[in-house]
């Protein structure tokens, strides 16, 4: 479908109107298209589609307001090209409204102008669209008014300018530049080293005019070649995202006395659109090929005719206002007449019997069919991706927290005490049971990890065929290993006692591997714990976000301080069995000194049989295996038989008599560790719980 024609045999090209429809949320929506006459008036029912255009763009207007660009790919018009290129002449041409103009590039955000007839009178209103962060990240949709609605066309340009600097300075509030002159807006770019050189945020003008053609569309910056590399590439990159879109109809501003096929801007639209589908060319600067560049002249002539450089939609001529022009404020009927006698009479414009291709008017008329063509063609899926995102919607609506009986402060109040409760009933047991078992376990674990610390010693000289007598990590130690302790421990006691400090010394190398697996255990209940309070936030304030983060915040502000005073105690624990080597359980240590006395001296002299040295009869030690745990894990495979315990008569062995201190201080550190080992694997657990939890 075609909602204008091109008769390139200069007969008047008048077709019956016809009417589609579509579905739409209201009914049906009925298009009526028409075409124009040569004269540049619409022909069959010209105020009709008039207003089903100017309620297509009311439409799309307020699709853009709503933030509908970020859920689907909205048909749009982009206008680009380089510098110099007549693209701001184009714009005002187009928009009727001035915009700055500069040496270089002035335009450094992109500009959207909405252009509608449904008014009375003339007036302007400008806003800004925040679409990214100052990162250059997409963000949220917000819009934001800036300024008043204005109503004289003289104040447009200087409410442009100070938008745009208001959208380059994030840092700034944007109330600064409300009242800004124009050279205090030169001045403070120069001074202001914060300022961005571009952003992606946009500058929306709205222009209500009865005698406009309902319009959108968008002004990129211009493609510039001179100046800094990563400038370069932001404008392009800029250019290349809008121009990728599907949805988006090209506009090429093309100045007549350049190369077309140098044109940077053609390039990036080339890529973009390879059938050249979506892009229309705008001839620019006409009037600065003189008589003698006839060669241009009839290069640009076979573009016009769809000859070279063929486009879908074709190529516009247009012939803009000079700087004697604008100096004399000449109006938009004054310079369409200027730029219809110049196509009239200038050859070979003059001699083309296709005149539509000629001037604003013509543009702008097809240029806004074309547009609305495309919305009305987007309706349906627009309004099934509509429909997806209302689906979201409700979907996110049903899962919003009732709204409440109570009032508020109430609410809040019961639930921080059911909040409570909760963790307190979970701590104690009574409730979440897998907390208080995931904490049991980990505290087995640790009581395994403190056990696998025992000493491992062996009553041999020569240790490196031997076994192990229980299950542990620690490195095998020998008779020659502790009757140097023995010997390096001496000081001023009496021939034939062993020093304490040997003990001590052994004592203290074996206690102090507890740290670290008692460190690894608060960490990972405290980790536990932090589980368990998020579990318990999320299922008493999740419905409510903010609070939940309020409450979080206050929850876990107590839980360090509390975890922090719980470390501190949990590092008084270990120091307890760092020194002084003490205990008052004199009857289980001299029980397991006299077990293992049993187990070594076994181990050394399995055949020899004696009567007990506390009943004369023999003593059966626990388990050889582990012979401090009531029940010997079942991993370990290793079998003793039980033998006595020896009495004095073997001491008339001499080797038996040399190996006893050796053996004794053996036993006595292995007592010890066992028995302090039963206190500490309980004190951490529960001074984790009572401190922490």
């Known amino acids: 479908m075609s909602v204008f024609r091109r008769n390139r045999t200069g007969t008047t090209a008048t077709q019956n109107a016809r009417t589609r429809t579509i579905s739409s949320p209201t009914g049906q929506i009925s298009f009526l298209q028409g075409d124009r006459s040569t004269d540049g008036k619409d022909t069959i029912s010209s105020t009709e589609y008039s207003r089903k255009c100017r309620e297509f763009m009311e439409l799309y207007r307020d699709l853009l307001a709503l933030g509908a660009k970020t859920i689907f790919d909205l048909p749009r018009v982009v206008v680009i090209g380089g510098q110099s290129s007549g693209k701001s002449s184009l714009v005002e041409a187009v928009s ?14 992109p500009m959207e102008c909405n252009m509608s007839s449904n008014a009375q009178s003339w007036s302007c209103t400008i806003e800004i669209r925040y679409e990214y962060n100052s990162a250059g990240e997409t963000q949220a949709h917000v819009l934001e008014s800036f300024g008043p609605v204005i109503e004289n066309k003289s104040h447009v340009e200087l409410w442009i300018r100070r938008a745009q600097a208001a959208v380059l300075s994030p ?97 990036i639209a080339g890529k973009s659109d390879p059938e050249k589908g979506r892009t229309i060319g705008v001839l620019t600067k006409p009037d600065t090929l003189t008589k003698g560049a006839t060669g241009g002249r009839e290069k640009w002539k076979a573009v016009l005719e769809g000859r070279e450089h063929r486009t879908k939609h074709g190529y516009y001529c247009v012939r803009l206002p000079d700087d004697e022009e604008r100096a004399r404020k000449v109006s938009r009927l004054e310079s369409q007449r200027i730029a219809d006698t110049f196509f009239t009479s200038t050859p070979p414009w003059s001699e083309m019997s296709e005149r539509r291709c000629f001037g604003i008017p013509n543009f702008v ?53 059911a909040f ?15 907390f ?78 507890w740290a670290d697996p008692a460190r690894a255990c608060f960490k990972d209940i405290v980790n536990n714990t932090t589980r368990l309070l998020d579990t318990l936030l999320d299922k008493h304030f999740g419905q409510f976000s903010r609070l939940e983060e309020y409450i979080k915040s206050l929850v876990f502000e107590d839980r360090n301080g509390r975890q922090d005073d719980a470390y501190n105690m949990f590092e008084r624990v270990l120091r307890l069995e760092t020194n002084p080597i ?60 039980p033998l006595p315990i020896f009495t004095q008569d073997l001491r008339g062995d001499a080797q038996t008599w ?36």
């Open 365 to 417: 008329h097809d240029i806004s069919a074309l547009l609305v063509q495309l919305i009305e063609k987007n309706l349906p899926l627009m309004l099934k991706a509509v429909e997806s995102e209302l689906l979201k919607c409700v979907a996110e609506l049903g899962e919003l927290p009732p709204v409440l009986a109570k009032e508020p402060s109430t609410e809040i109040m019961l639930r921080i005490s």
């Open 436 to 513: 208080v078992q995931a904490n049991r376990a980990r505290y087995t674990s640790f009581k395994v990890d403190i056990e696998m610390t025992a000493p491992d010693f062996r009553p041999f000289e020569d240790i490196s065929s031997t076994s192990p007598l229980l299950k542990t990590h620690t490195r095998a130690r020998g008779l020659l290993d502790i009757r140097n302790v023995i010997r390096d421990s001496i000081t001023w006691e009496l021939p034939g006692n062993v020093p304490f400090e040997a003990t001590k010394v052994l004592v203290q190398e074996y206690t102090s591997l």
């Open 582 to 641: 003490y205990t008052q359980n004199f009857q289980d240590l001299e029980s397991e000194k006299k077990q293992w006395t049993t187990t070594f001296w076994q181990a050394r002299r399995p055949h020899l049989q004696a009567p007990s040295v506390l009943s004369g009869t023999p003593t059966i030690p626990p388990s050889p295996i582990y012979p401090y745990s009531p029940a010997p894990p079942t991993k370990f495979t290793t079998d003793h038989s």
């Open 171 to 267: 840092h700034r509030p944007r109330s600064d530049f409300l009242a800004m002159t124009e050279s205090e807006i030169r001045e403070n770019a120069k001074t202001d080293t914060s300022i961005l050189p571009f952003s992606k945020n946009v500058v929306q003008v709205s222009v209500k005019d009865p005698a406009a053609t309902d319009l959108s569309f968008v002004d990129l910056p211009g493609l510039i070649q001179n100046a800094e590399e990563d400038l370069i590439n932001m404008v392009r990159s800029l250019v290349e995202n809008y121009v990728s879109k599907t949805n988006t109809i090209v506009v090429i501003a093309m100045p007549m006395s350049d190369d077309i096929e140098m044109m940077q801007a053609v390039v």
């Open 658 to 693: 040399a190996l006893e201190d050796e053996v004794k201080v053996m036993a006595t550190v292995q007592a010890y560790f066992h028995v302090a080992c039963k206190r500490f694997i309980d004190y951490v657990p529960l001074t984790i719980e009572h401190e922490l939890n």
């Open 420 to 434: 409570s409760k909760d963790i307190k009933d979970t701590v104690l047991g009574r409730k979440h049971y897998d």
């Open 96 to 109: 009727g409204i001035n915009v700055p103009r500069d040496s270089g590039t002035c335009t450094r955000c």
